[in-house]
């Protein structure tokens, strides 16, 4: 079992930062390759980053790449997502997500076995 909590968002204006973090718990975080989804309103959620289990693999919607940065700390069981020059396009409800059991980095939201909560972020225009 993995349980996920996010921390981080917020209110910011456009060209801004934010750095996202999700606390893991369960003694198979180390070996989860963990992503981070989000979910704009009225939209679907949809696909942001992922990193394998030693950080070795990383992946990134292209509508964040070179603004967004995924990275882990396997020892303190957390991920983050450091997200600069942000939109407004990127408000949206931001999801930890972890895939247990299965070594392979992937963009599919159904490949990931357990999810935190969310939370909210919002950039002005």
């Known amino acids: 079992q993995v349980q996920l909590v996010e921390s981080g968002g917020g209110l910011v204006q456009a060209g801004g930062s934010l750095r996202l973090s999700c606390a893991a718990s369960?003694?198979?975080?180390?070996?989860?390759?963990m992503g981070w989804f989000r979910q704009a309103p009225g939209k679907e959620r949809e696909f942001v980053a992922a990193?394998?289990?030693?950080?070795?693999?990383?992946y990134y919607a292209d509508s964040v790449k070179g603004r967004f940065t995924i990275s882990r700390d396997n020892a303190k069981k957390m991920v983050y997502l450091q997200m600069n020059a942000l939109k407004p396009e990127d408000t949206a409800v931001y999801y930890c997500?972890?895939?247990?059991?299965?070594?392979?980095?992937?963009?599919?939201?159904?490949?990931?076995?357990?999810w935190g909560q969310g939370t909210q972020v919002t950039v002005s225009a």
């Open positions: 997500a972890a895939r247990v059991g299965i070594v392979a980095i992937t963009t599919t939201q159904d490949a990931y076995n357990y």
């Open positions: 369960g003694r198979t975080f180390s070996s989860a390759v």
């Open positions: 990193i394998s289990s030693i950080g070795g693999s990383i």
